[in-house]
Structure formats: C-alpha cells, structure tokens
C-alpha cells in the first residue's frame, strides 16, 4: 500500500525552461509535506516543504503547489538549471506520531539538457 | 550548526558476516534518529526510528537491528548478512517535534 506515489520515474527538461514534478498521496491524515533533492551515492538533502493549512509556498526558484481536495502536491523549478539534474522526492507526514514519520515516494529523476 | 556523519561511504561483505554501521550527530541534543534503506529504483524504507538513548522501533521485520548507545550515536546491525540486505543505508535526523528530516551521505553495501 503505497500512501504517497510519483507515478512519473523521470522527467527531461530543457535548461531555462520549468521543470514540474508530481506527487500524489492517499492517506487524508498527512499535514506536512516535503520534497527532497538527491545526487547518486549522496544523501536526500531537504529542499523545500509545506503545510496542509497552505496551498503554495516558495523559495526562490522552487515553488511546492499542494491541492488538499485532489490530494496532490507539485514541485515547480523555475528556470531550470543543469545542476538541477537529480533524483526528487517527495514525502509525507502524519503529524499524530510522536517521532516525526516520513513516507516517502518513489522519486522522480529530473535530467535538465543544456 | 548541525552535522551528521556516517561511516563507512561503501563496505563490501561475504554473506553470513556482522555488520555495523555507524551514526553520529554533531550540534544538537536528543534528536530523533533513523535508519533507511533505498533499493535500486526505489524510494526510502525506514527501517528503525529512536526518540531517545536505548529506545528503538523498528517498522519493517528483518534481519537487522539498532541501537542507540549514546544520544547522538545510531548504530545499525547485523549478525549475519542476507544476499537481501545489499542496498544504500542513510541515517537521518531530526529535532524533538520536527518533521524536517536530514540524511547522512549513506552507506553503499553490497553483499556478495
């Protein structure tokens, strides 16, 4: 039973252009959701993350959009680097447990073309 | 600032031999620690989680185990080591009450 899915396992973007990727989650109870950035042989670093109360937040080129009746989140990078070129996560939180549970998805490996 | 180390980056074992990875944290104090396994193509399993020095759960049966020592030391072990037990092992962090996850630069073990 996978609570939080990526159902596209890579996405090929010109450099310059925006780069969206998608998550879809089942569980209603998740409150808090994240996205991470992963380079091979390297550990997730956190990128950016948002809170069920909103529905956009944004950090300089990335912008996380969250849809709380569709039960889907995206991320938005805007424009779209070659060093962008990485493996994404997105993960979900139930903030009724004492320790802070992610649940992550698959990933999506993002390539961006010079 | 905080910082979290993980050793070693890669390790090669012969099945039926110990494990033991370690995890240590820098900077901060009675953090919530965790264990992950990514499978090829796969996203992150986590495998144990510790809110505090000798208190582990684990959320997946298996043939591996955790301790936490020390309040920013995790360990992760094995007696003997399955075929099964190859993939990238991270360690993570978090404050008390936080959801903000942050990794280690992962173990690479293969076992052949």
Redesign the interface.
């Known amino acids: 039973d996978q609570q939080v899915k990526q159902n596209s396992p890579s996405l090929s973007v010109q450099e310059g252009r925006i780069s969206i990727l998608n998550c879809d989650y089942t569980n209603s109870m998740f409150d808090y959701f994240l996205w991470y950035k992963k380079y091979p042989a390297e550990g997730p670093t956190f990128l950016i993350s948002i809170s069920s109360i909103k529905d956009k937040n944004e950090d300089g080129r990335f912008t996380v959009f969250l849809n709380k009746s569709a039960k889907h989140l995206s991320l938005h990078i805007v424009p779209s680097q070659p060093g962008d070129s990485a493996v994404y996560f997105c993960a979900a939180s139930d903030g009724g447990t004492s320790y802070g549970k992610l649940t992550f998805g698959q990933g999506t490996i993002l390539t961006v073309h010079p | 600032s905080q910082t979290i180390h ?1 050793w070693p ?1 890669t390790l090669v074992q012969p099945v039926g031999s110990p494990l033991s990875l370690e995890c240590t944290v820098e900077g901060t104090s009675n953090p ?1 620690l965790y264990w992950y396994r990514q499978a090829a ?6 495998l144990f ?1 510790s ?1 505090g020095i000798g208190q582990i ?1 684990s959320e997946v049966p298996q043939n591996l185990s955790a301790s936490r020592p020390q309040d920013r030391q995790f360990i992760l072990s094995s007696k003997k080591l399955l075929l099964s037990d190859s993939g ?1 092992y ?1 360690c ?1 962090w ?1 404050p008390q ?10 173990t ?1 073990l293969s076992v052949l």
């Open positions: 993980q980056a919530n193509g796969r996203g992150l399993q986590l989680y809110v759960s990238f991270l993570a978090s009450g936080a959801s903000i996850q942050y990794f280690g630069a992962g690479r």
